[in-house]
């Protein structure tokens, strides 16, 4: 009798089993499909946990990153909404808001003119601002690792290999920019970007002119 519970039992744990293997089968991605529970570990083009880029990737604008750190900040040289996204035209004065990476490495002052589609950034540079390629590489896939390799790749001569952990990022199309001190001005899309260098810091003024019509 005992031996006929047991063998019942293991049928049973079997079926169990197999029952399970079944439905973890159904998850199986054909060829040419995409999970939606599968979500790019990219910080710069995906859904990476600790990256803003997925929040800051709703608006138009021009943003600035830690690289070591990936801290990612809006100029503020427009306003949006959080919740919807969208501009907001009624907002007056200006915005200043301060952030600080830690001991030796960089900070950013960022006051924004929203009214004037005007934005200032002030960035000071410790020494532990060179861009510390392995923790990047740990964040990004291969096609966004390759963007900051070619941002600094045709400058490698210049810098002797080091380059400041700093750069400007546009949200709309995930474009990053050199903040290396030949780097004086931008035109990214509708933003005209001027950049000032001191010995370790740079002041970058950002404009949002579009193309004038009638």
């Not at 499909?33 to 570990?41: F, L, T």
């Not at 900051?148 to 045709?154: A, I, Q, R, V």
């Given at each position: 009798?005992?031996?006929?519970?047991c063998?019942?039992?293991y049928?049973?744990?079997c079926c169990?089993?197999?029952?399970?293997?079944?439905?973890?089968?159904?998850?199986?991605i054909?060829?040419g499909?995409?999970?939606?529970?599968?979500?790019?570990?990219c910080a710069?083009?995906?859904?990476r946990?600790?990256?803003?880029?997925?929040?800051?990737r709703?608006f138009?604008?021009?943003g600035?990153?830690?690289?070591n750190?990936w801290?990612?900040?809006d100029s503020q040289?427009r306003?949006y909404?959080?919740?919807?996204g969208?501009?907001?035209?009624?907002?007056?004065?200006?915005?200043?808001?301060?952030?600080?990476?830690?001991e030796?490495?960089c900070?950013?002052?960022?006051?924004?003119?929203?009214?004037?589609?005007?934005?200032?950034?002030?960035?000071?540079?410790?020494?532990?601002?060179?861009?510390?390629?392995?923790?990047l590489?740990?964040?990004?896939?291969?096609?966004?690792?390759?963007k900051?390799?070619?941002?600094?790749?045709?400058e490698?001569?210049?810098?002797?290999?080091q380059?400041?952990?700093v750069?400007l990022?546009?949200?709309?199309?995930?474009?990053?920019?050199?903040?290396?001190?030949?780097?004086?001005?931008?035109?990214?899309r509708?933003y005209?970007v001027?950049?000032?260098?001191g010995?370790d810091?740079?002041?970058?003024t950002?404009?949002?002119?579009?193309?004038r019509k009638e």
């Open positions: 009798m005992k031996k006929k519970i063998f019942l039992a049928l049973l744990v169990l089993l197999y029952g399970c293997q079944t439905k973890a089968s159904l998850s199986i054909s060829d499909e995409e999970s939606a529970n599968v979500s790019n570990d710069l083009c995906g859904k946990g600790d990256s803003l880029m997925g929040y800051y709703r138009d604008s021009i600035i990153i830690c690289l750190k801290g990612i900040s040289v306003c909404d959080e919740d919807s969208k501009e907001i035209f009624e907002q007056s004065g200006n915005s200043t808001i301060f952030t600080s990476y830690g030796g490495e900070t950013f002052i960022i006051r924004g003119m929203h009214e004037r589609g005007i934005a200032e950034i002030d960035v000071n540079y410790g020494e532990k601002s060179v861009i510390d390629w392995e923790r590489s740990e964040r990004l896939c291969s096609e966004c690792l390759e900051f390799e070619n941002m600094t790749g045709k490698a001569d210049l810098a002797d290999g380059f400041k952990d750069c990022v546009d949200f709309k199309t995930g474009e990053v920019y050199s903040l290396e001190d030949w780097h004086t001005w931008y035109m990214i509708d005209y001027m950049i000032d260098y010995d810091n740079a002041h970058i950002i404009f949002y002119a579009p193309v």
